[in-house]
């Protein structure tokens, strides 16, 4: 029986490459997103709400019948929320809520379904967990926290789901100039296929001893050292 993966904000960019790549490899994908996606099975599903996140996975069981995996992709992904001494608690939670709290959701109600399957998660975090620029404290803290929510629950549910983390550096989704290109050691930007093809290891059998990880993929830019 083929393997069901469920891929959270699949609809575009690095989510819509993951679920490419799991189809191509011979999974059955759902996506849950807010947009559309008609190449895969679609769940309109606001993640960070509890009710809509149980739904959203009884849909998936009642269509496949299993769960394998889950990859947490969904995230509010414009880091720029302007001075922290005007940023609004509104504004702060929902991207905690999108970008963290979803995550949590997802393990939460889906765990007895990875357990049964012996499954995996894996959570989509950025490097600016790991490195920051100004007036972005929402998105760098609800990214730093899906690392520590990966190891922590890589402990509660193992052995029998494995839960690692993805952190991607400058994945383009448009055209970039040649020293954009250049400044990166691999002397490229990331591409969605970057991502997809880690994710496809991380859930797959031939990754059963790795568990608690974040992998950093961002073409060397977080070992090299940059003085303007």
């Not at 093809?197 to 950093?216: H, I, K, M, P, R």
Request: net charge positive; charged share 20%.
């Amino acid at each position: 029986m083929d393997k069901v993966a469920l891929v959270t904000g699949g609809a575009q960019g690095i989510g819509q490459g993951i679920a490419a790549l799991l189809t191509a490899r011979g999974w059955q994908v759902a996506v849950a997103d807010l947009r559309e996606s008609p190449d895969f099975f679609f769940v309109r599903c606001d993640v960070a709400r509890e009710t809509a996140v149980r739904a959203c996975i009884a849909k998936v069981l009642k269509r496949f019948g299993r769960l394998d995996a889950v990859v947490n992709n969904a995230g509010i992904a414009d880091p720029d929320t302007g001075p922290p001494e005007r940023l609004l608690l509104k504004d702060w939670n929902r991207r905690i809520g999108t970008n963290l709290t979803a995550a949590f959701l997802m393990a939460k109600h889906a765990a007895r379904h990875l357990r049964r399957t012996r499954g995996a998660i894996v959570n989509i975090a950025s490097t600016r967990a790991l490195q920051s620029e100004p007036n972005n404290e929402p998105y760098a803290a609800s990214k730093a926290g899906l690392i520590g929510l990966t190891q922590a629950l890589a402990l509660s549910l193992g052995p029998e789901v494995r839960v690692n983390c993805v952190s991607p550096g400058w994945i383009a989704h448009q055209a970039v100039r040649r020293k954009d290109h250049a400044q990166h050691p691999v002397g490229r930007v990331g591409r969605d296929d970057d991502v997809a093809e880690l994710v496809a290891y991380l859930v797959s059998d031939a990754s059963g001893f790795v568990t608690g990880q974040n992998f950093v993929i961002d073409g060397g830019m977080t070992k090299k050292m940059i003085y303007l």
